[in-house]
């Protein structure tokens, strides 16, 4: 086993564990694995392993980066697949077409209200109603403390309140 290699396992070794926990406190369950061996990967691919100063702190870089990276790509996926989210509905039809005209108002008004909100707090509300995810997950996968998550959540709250009235209700 080379230099390198016994380097690479024995960072593996002491970090895989806790390099997981952070990856899925970022991405989720689903990903964090291949984030993790996309760490390894990229320092593996780079060489230098065995010659780093502080190498746990640059794994978690590395994590956090490659993170981004498929929260970037997750959510341009996500924005194109929901454009064409109408035309591939298997739901039940509408009772009548003005129901149909009118439930395709509402959700162009809710979707015009959420994109005048700022990206980071739209997301945090979004992760929160959509996908679900506490305000402690979303606070991990934003890289912000749960109390700005909180802030934003009641935001974006006050925010659909304003253009939907009483009735839109967390």
């Known amino acids: 086993m080379s230099a390198l290699n016994a380097a690479l396992a024995g960072l593996y070794q002491a970090h895989a564990n806790e390099l ?3 990856a899925r406190r970022r991405v989720g369950r689903q990903e964090a694995e291949d984030v993790v061996q996309d760490t390894y990967l990229h320092l593996l691919q ?10 746990r702190a640059y794994l978690f870089r590395i994590a ?10 997750t959510k341009i996926h996500l924005r194109y697949a929901g454009e064409g989210f109408g035309h591939d509905c298997n739901a039940e039809a509408p009772a009548s077409p003005e129901a149909a005209a009118g439930g395709a108002t509402e959700l162009r008004r809710l979707h015009a209200s959420l994109a005048e909100l700022p990206p980071l707090c739209r997301d945090a509300f979004l992760l929160n109603r959509i996908e679900d995810l506490t ?3 979303i606070a991990a996968r934003l890289g912000v403390s749960e109390r700005t998550i ?3 959540i009641v935001k974006a709250w006050a925010h659909l309140r ?3 009235g009483r009735g839109c209700t967390g």
Do not use: I, M, S
């Not at 956090?64 to 790509?73: H, I, M, S, T």
């Open 135 to 137: 305000q402690a997950e």
């Open 64 to 73: 956090a980066n490659l993170a981004v990276d498929l929260a970037r790509k």
């Open 162 to 164: 304003g253009h939907f």
């Open 150 to 152: 909180d802030r934003y």
């Open 46 to 55: 780079r060489g230098n392993a065995a010659t780093l100063e502080h190498p």
């Open 20 to 22: 997981h926990g952070f």
